[in-house]
């Protein structure tokens, strides 16, 4: 089931395992289609899924998933959910998405219950290919300074994807903690684009070190 996910959403099962994490009540922020939120609930054995996106044509297919959805923006939006109603939320490569990442976490620490957890992914600005990057006078990737193109970085090989925040380790754990989430384990994880073997053979390695890692996974709880 893991081996055709990508790297960060393998690692958050992992790590939902290794806790022995179980939710009846389970939120996707940044749902898109459902296809992960679908794979999440099964692994937690949630009752009641819900998902939150943007996109109104990928919520009509997290439906068809049987994902209960509500079409919002993050940055602004109360989620329509009660206080302390929701077992686990969880949000894979959103928060570099908003505009009010507060917002987002705000909403997330309100509705999820005492003792329930939030499990989170990002892209890491200080990991070990962004440091090589920027020392040599690029631009860090997931810094992106145009809609169009991936100006500035060495090796184009993907559009834009709207990144508009950026997150060191560092700054992640202080912005859950500010937001009064309680970090329980934050474990880095490789990337597989570009798809260039020594590239991803090297992400492996500098990723057990979780400052270096490409992608940043976060548990944390209330």
């Known amino acids: 089931m893991c081996s055709a996910l990508p790297p960060r959403v ?15 009540t389970y939120l996707d922020l940044g749902c898109s289609n459902g296809r992960i939120t679908e794979i999440i609930a099964k692994v937690v054995n949630a009752k009641e899924v ?6 109104s044509n990928a ?19 109360r989620f329509p959910l009660n206080d302390d109603s929701v077992d686990l939320i969880t949000a894979f490569e959103v928060i570099e998405h908003l505009a009010n990442p507060d ?5 997330a620490f309100r509705v999820l219950r005492k ?9 890491n600005l200080a990991s070990w290919v962004n440091r090589i990057t920027f020392l040599l006078g690029y631009q860090p990737y997931n810094v992106e300074v145009s809609i169009e ?5 060495p ?8 990144h508009i925040r950026a997150f060191t380790l560092r700054a992640l754990k202080e912005l859950l903690t ?5 970090i329980i384990k934050i474990r880095g994880t490789y990337d597989t684009n570009p798809r260039i073997k020594l590239l991803i053979s090297l992400d492996k390695i500098f990723s057990r070190k979780t400052s270096l890692a490409r992608r940043l996974v976060a548990l944390a709880t209330k």
């Open 155 to 162: 090796i184009k090989h993907a559009k834009p994807s709207g």
């Open 50 to 55: 819900y998902g939150i996106d943007i996109d």
């Open 178 to 182: 500010y937001h009064g989430f309680k």
């Open 103 to 107: 917002n987002m976490l705000r909403e």
């Open 115 to 123: 003792g329930g957890y939030l499990l989170l992914s990002t892209p």
């Open 59 to 77: 919520l009509e297919e997290a439906r068809s998933r049987g994902i209960k959805t509500f079409n919002l923006d993050l940055s602004k939006d």
């Open 149 to 153: 193109i991936l100006a500035g970085v």
């Open 10 to 24: 393998t690692e958050a099962i992992k790590i939902l395992r290794e806790f022995n994490i179980k939710a009846t």
